[in-house]
């Protein structure tokens, strides 16, 4: 991870890092709850009987589109935050779609999303499970 900026030295790229990814996955979970209000309301509300699958698959699209097209969905721009792979470029379709998984596979196991979370709360980089997994950062685009 020599690639990436140091915490030590450079805090700035850290800091509060922690907090805006908690408002970002808030945002981010509230607008994809919009899609699926739109969807269901497409179908005339049909889609309702398969809500888990309309979320799942929203979800895992604009999560991958999102941060494809500009290492972080919309939650994490407006926190004004990003991902950055382990040498510190943006991420592309591919790790996007590796990170989402990550994130898919924290969600469907509590257990893993709470070790993610204290994680990210207790390293120096604020890296969750995935994070760490796959060698990425989360960093202030600010900084």
């Given at each position: ?19 805006k ?22 179908t005339f509300g ?10 799942a698959?929203i979800?895992?699209?604009?999560r991958?589109?999102?941060i ?12 004004g ?16 779609v ?11 196991f ?11 709360l ?8 995935t ?13």
């Amino acid at each position: 991870m020599t690639h990436l900026p140091d915490p030590e030295n450079q805090p700035e790229f850290y800091q509060s890092v922690s907090m805006k990814r908690f408002f970002a996955w808030l945002f981010d979970i509230a607008f994809v709850s919009l899609l699926c209000t739109v969807a269901i309301l497409l179908t005339f509300g049909m889609g309702f009987f398969i809500l888990a699958l309309i979320y799942a698959v929203i979800s895992f699209v604009y999560r991958v589109v999102t941060i494809s097209n500009g290492s972080a969905t919309l939650g994490m721009r407006f926190m004004g935050i990003e991902l950055r792979d382990s040498f510190g470029a943006r991420m592309d379709t591919g790790k996007a779609v590796a990170h989402t998984a990550g994130y898919f596979v924290s969600m469907a196991f509590p257990v893993l999303q709470i070790i993610s979370v204290i994680m990210m709360l207790t390293s120096a980089r604020c890296q969750g499970l995935t994070d760490t997994f796959l060698g990425t950062v989360m960093i202030n685009q600010r900084a």
